[in-house]
């Protein structure tokens, strides 16, 4: 099974980018769907962003649309999600997740990573 680790996360001001990492080890990367999930404090955890295997299909929550895009590169086993005019509502633990279909559902996503802090001041 495949293992995730997120890096990117960080202070940054309204308007401010950032561009998340989610680095994968110990399985076939190509074959799971990535996704970045958020959750706030007091929140539940929410989907944010996902694409499929090979990039042709991709989801954004209607918060982050036209503001944030998720990528991929199988060849070197990492998913991106890069954050443009950001938000203070934007604030939250951001995970990389893995799933073997293509869904929006949290419960088919079994893989996590351990969550990387995005705080955004106002």
């Known amino acids: 099974q495949v293992q995730l680790v997120e890096s990117g996360g960080g202070l940054v001001q309204a308007g401010g980018s950032l561009r998340l990492s989610c680095a994968a080890s110990g399985g076939a990367f190509g074959h799971y769907v990535m996704a970045w999930f958020r959750q706030g404090t007091g929140k539940k955890r929410d989907l944010v962003a996902s694409v499929s295997w090979s990039e042709t299909r991709t989801y954004y929550a209607d918060a982050v649309k036209g503001r944030f895009t998720i990528s991929r590169d199988n060849a070197n086993n990492m998913a991106y999600l890069q954050m443009h005019s950001l938000e203070p509502e934007d604030t939250a633990v951001y995970y990389c997740?893995?799933?073997?279909?293509?869904?929006?559902?949290?419960?088919?996503?079994?893989?996590w990573g351990q969550g990387t802090q995005v705080t955004v001041s106002s």
């Open positions: 997740a893995a799933s073997e279909s293509l869904s929006t559902r949290i419960a088919d996503y079994s893989t």
